[in-house]
């Protein structure tokens, strides 16, 4: 499994990012961009793309089969696959269906890219499958099976290497620590959260938009976006159900920022003593040539 460079992260992103504005701009008809209009589009694509690969650097990898042979002819394969048979449950199931669920578990780490994919399962996965004879389902079948499957997706792989771009990021509070020993910081973030928050004629402000003005500030203190991370919603969903924030309490802006400061350290806290790892992986699928007929840029 290769490691691509920087430059060719960025490439296969800008490309793919530049086909996805052209179709906003033309609607997918042969229409003419103003430089200007362009330029723009171009210019927040890159700075949204900055900030997103600082905090969520992006690798991208070349999986062609020999991560995944030395998987499986090494010390691990056996008791990785047993585990995993006990986990999917085939008492009801083909031997065909258990191997396919099988390797829906194997990681990239592994050698194996997103089966979920279905270009993976098209042209990786279900050639492996072809021309094969189901058997009842047992354990021992179960492991002397999945390994030939395996062995043909890693020559599949070698035939057809697939390109994955894989992301990890930990979330372990260290981003609120750095902004909570910055009062300064701290306070312009809090007053920038704030910006759009309605209050009432006395300059009070409903409790619940805590969640809003914490997903607000949550990438600047390097925490996900409610929703992104289902560990992470977990955390904060416990938090604000212990002070009651849905209850609708009118309270004053230096009450809703303490509250808000507290909130962000009881978070701080939780991922020092357990940090949240989170990792995805996507394939690749390279815009097609055509689509360049998309771009006439106009003077």
């Known amino acids: 499994m290769d490691h691509q460079s920087g430059d060719g992260i960025w490439k296969l992103t800008l490309f793919r990012n530049v086909f996805q504005v052209l179709k906003e701009f033309t609607h997918g008809k042969q229409q003419k961009v103003s ?3 362009l330029k723009e589009a171009l210019s927040d694509i890159l700075l949204g793309m ?9 690798v991208i990898l070349r999986m062609d089969g020999e991560d995944l042979l030395e998987f499986i002819n090494g010390p691990s394969y056996e008791a990785e ?9 085939c008492e009801d199931a083909s031997l065909r269906d258990c191997i396919t669920k099988a390797l829906e578990k194997l990681t990239v780490d592994q050698g ?32 002397e099976e999945s390994k030939k499957v395996a062995k043909r997706v890693a020559q ?21 620590k750095r902004l909570l020993s910055n009062k300064f910081e701290l306070d312009k973030l809090l007053n920038v959260g704030l910006e759009n928050v309605p209050k009432d004629r006395n300059g009070k402000i409903s409790k619940e938009y ?7 500030v949550a990438p600047s203190v390097g925490l996900p976006q409610i929703g992104a991370v289902e560990q992470m919603d977990k955390v ?17 802006e230096d009450e809703f920022k303490k509250l808000l400061t507290e909130i962000m350290g009881s978070i701080m806290l939780q991922l020092e ?7 995805s992986n996507s394939v690749v699928h390279e815009p097609l040539p055509s689509s360049l007929s998309l771009l006439q840029a106009s003077t």
């Open 81 to 89: 696959m047993v585990s995993i048979f006990s986990q999917i449950g």
């Open 210 to 216: 805590l969640r809003v003005v914490l997903d607000v």
């Open 112 to 143: 194996m890219p997103p089966s979920s994919d279905s270009w993976v399962m098209r042209n990786i996965v279900e050639p492996a499958l072809e021309s094969w004879d189901d058997k009842p389902v047992s354990q021992e079948t179960f492991l």
């Open 156 to 176: 599949n792989l070698k035939e057809e290497p697939v390109i994955v771009a894989h992301s990890e990021n930990t979330f372990d509070g260290s981003g609120i």
């Open 35 to 37: 430089k200007t209009g």
């Open 50 to 58: 900055a900030a997103g690969l600082k905090r969520d650097p992006i």
């Open 273 to 279: 003593g357990n940090p949240i790892s989170v990792s």
């Open 236 to 252: 904060v969903a416990d938090l604000l159900n212990r002070i009651d924030a849905d209850d609708g309490k009118m309270i004053k």
